[in-house]
């Protein structure tokens, strides 16, 4: 709720970084910071979901995220932003942050 009120009151800027020129240095950056994020999950042992690895949940995470926000961002303002924390949570947090008992060979 709060990442998509800060996006949609600053939308303007963000939708110059997510859909413009600096897109790809932004996600390089977000994937850098979440794999140093992650890696801290995985020495501290705090992982919701250990049989997902820090490197595939990371990047995952960071390019669904932009692409949800970079998705809205060109859609109307009147876009219903209730929606797109409906697809966050379905699609990013419920996937990756929400324990899931999956057993991988």
Request: hydrophobic share 45%; aromatic share 10%; glycine share 6%.
């Amino acid at each position: 709720q709060l990442l998509c009120g800060y996006v949609d009151e600053n939308r303007s800027l963000w939708k110059n970084l997510l859909n413009g020129g600096a897109r790809d240095a932004m996600r390089r950056e977000f994937i850098r910071i979440a794999a140093e994020i992650g890696s801290t999950m995985e020495r501290t042992g705090i992982r919701a979901n250990p049989w997902l690895p820090t490197e595939l949940a990371s990047s995952f995470v960071v390019n669904g995220i932009f692409e949800i926000l970079a998705w809205w961002l060109r859609q109307p303002e009147t876009y219903p932003v209730e929606n797109i924390m409906i697809f966050l949570d379905v699609l990013i947090v419920r996937s990756t942050a929400r324990p899931v008992d999956v057993n991988i060979i």
